[in-house]
């Protein structure tokens, strides 16, 4: 497996609809700043090499687990590179359980750890003359996300430009060692560059037979359009859990060079839901069709940061949440595994990915590429809604942990932060604790997060941590700003400005069927606005 690539991949060169060109002239740079920063690990066959074997141990688990691991050559002052390991970032590798790198006979510095729950082990070793020695390392967990019935899951992932087996070998290897539960691995299609999806390849009986491990696979489609090479369409949209593929896959001559952009978004995701699916926004802001869908009470989730930084909470989260919607939070990684992004959603006993996306559909969820949060108000939870009146006192606790210091944690209500509490050391750890009373004034939301400014992990990826919220209802209503939802109708009439400028109809019944879908829903948004007046 080529490490240089899975390089690009860790630091989101190759996120979200690069061209080949870019990637190429990218690749180069990476390996040049590779050769000069890192230590090339010697060949197995060297005869100043050591097969070191590490085992990674946790307090109350039998067997090794796998995590990632990095390796430093104390006399040069370098971290190893190992060509057939499968690097993540920061010279970080994937260590799959008690799995074994060749390293010089020196001494050494191994720095290790499994998924976000436990503190980072660092020890130094000599690598002595022997061909073979093995390192056990026990690792201590500050937070056991199963215990508390938390699941984890990645909603977005397609691989590319690997073989069969490398892609195998690392489905199997790096989601475990990253601490996930549950894993969508995703269909797509673009010309040409689908001929490199090898994802594209895998099928049921596929996901089941690598589910048959501690993580789950299950499947479904990325439906999408863009206008020209990675231009902003109508956008993109995770259809999972599908009874059958949705055709077309790709909308329109941007990304399937052939045909017109005649077909909306809608029309796949109603056919997904009439299946069953669930719906996920992609990409936060990226794409014309998101607010029209989210009116139209079509999407079950938003994903945020899944390849690619499109905006933040407020540009999508805070405003469809002001404007009466009920918004799930959701995350991914889209190409490759290159940050720790996943969701938690609470789950007892045996589940199915079925189930995970029940309880993601009903708000429970909370996204994380690092740092732990917990939020209840008296006996409700997250995704839940408190029936209240004006003058009610509601009593909100929180906690957050993180291997990193994530600075504090904020208490959220109606998009503004109204509580923060500074995180504190334990160990090798962060932890912070919240208690505050919210006076009920109207109906609204509240929500934990960390702030925008906590650094980065271990990935060098910028650390976030955001739960749903949790909703307040007073005299039967909901939290609704007219003066957000006609910020929302202005922006669909600038979508339309720009479909009407952009896009290629093949008659007026497709141009219809396109703009109808953001007039239907303007419609439907000045119907509440009018109703909120009276």
């Not at 050591?50 to 971290?79: D, H």
């Not at 475990?176 to 049921?204: A, C, K, M, Q, W």
């Not at 909470?313 to 009920?326: C, E, N, Q, S």
């Amino acid at each position: 497996m080529s490490s240089v690539f899975l390089l690009l991949i860790a630091s989101g060169v190759v996120a979200h609809d690069h061209t080949a060109a870019q990637f190429v002239k990218a690749q180069a740079a990476q390996q040049a700043k590779a050769e000069q920063q890192t230590e090339a690990a010697p060949a197995a066959d060297d005869a100043a090499a050591c097969k070191l074997t590490i085992e990674l141990t946790l307090e109350g688990v039998r067997e090794p687990v796998g995590g990632l691991v990095r390796i430093t050559n104390l006399a040069s002052g370098k971290p190893l590179a190992f060509r057939d390991e499968i690097h993540r970032a920061e010279n970080w590798y994937t260590l799959p359980a008690g799995g074994t790198f060749v390293v010089p006979r020196a001494k050494l510095k191994v720095e290790a750890f499994h998924g976000l729950e436990t503190e980072l082990a660092v020890r130094e070793i000599v690598a002595a003359a022997e061909k073979s020695q093995t390192l056990r390392l026990p690792l201590v967990r500050f937070y056991d996300a199963r215990v508390k019935g938390l699941v984890a899951g990645n909603t977005h992932l397609h691989l590319m430009k690997l073989t069969h087996e490398e892609m195998d070998r690392y489905l199997r290897t790096v989601p475990l060692g990253d601490g996930l539960d549950l894993v969508f691995v995703s269909l797509l299609r673009r010309i040409p560059d689908e001929r490199d999806y090898i994802t594209n390849t895998l099928s049921e009986g596929d996901f089941g037979r690598l589910s048959q491990g501690a993580v789950k696979y299950a499947g479904g489609q990325e439906h999408r359009h863009n206008f020209g090479t990675g231009g902003e369409g109508f956008g993109h949209v995770m259809l999972l859990d599908i009874l059958k593929r949705i055709e077309p896959v790709s909308i329109g001559p941007g990304i399937m060079r052939e045909g017109t952009d005649g077909i909306p978004i809608q029309r796949g995701i109603r056919a997904a839901r009439a299946d069953g699916a669930t719906v996920i926004w992609c990409h936060n802001t990226f794409g014309h069709e998101d607010i029209p869908n989210w009116v139209s009470g079509l999407v079950h989730a938003q994903n945020i940061f899944d390849g690619g930084n499109h905006g933040g909470y407020a540009d999508t989260f805070y405003r469809y949440l002001a404007a009466g919607m009920k918004v799930p939070f959701s995350t991914g990684t889209d190409w490759f595994i290159y940050d720790f992004s996943r969701v938690y959603v609470p789950l007892a006993g045996a589940w199915s990915p079925k189930r995970w996306l029940a309880e993601l559909a009903a708000g429970k969820s909370t996204i994380t590429n690092g740092t732990f949060l917990e939020l209840i108000a008296g006996s409700h939870k997250i995704g839940d809604t408190i029936v209240a009146v004006a003058g009610d006192e509601i009593r909100v606790q929180g906690r957050a942990f993180g291997r990193n210091d994530f600075q504090r944690v904020e208490l959220i209500h109606n998009g503004e932060v109204v509580h923060s509490v500074a995180a504190k050391k334990e160990g090798s750890h962060s932890t912070a604790s919240l208690d505050h009373t919210l006076k009920v004034a109207g109906p609204g939301w509240f929500a934990l997060r960390i702030p925008d400014s906590a650094g980065k992990n271990e990935l060098s990826q910028p650390l976030f941590a955001h739960t749903s919220p949790i909703y307040v209802e007073v005299g039967g209503r909901r939290l609704f700003r007219p003066e957000v939802a006609r910020g929302m109708l202005a922006e669909m009439k600038d979508s339309l400005k720009v479909i009407e400028s952009k896009a290629t109809f093949a008659d007026d019944e497709e141009r219809q069927a396109v703009l109808g879908v953001y007039r239907e829903a303007s419609t439907a948004l000045q119907k509440r606005i009018d109703e909120h007046g009276k």
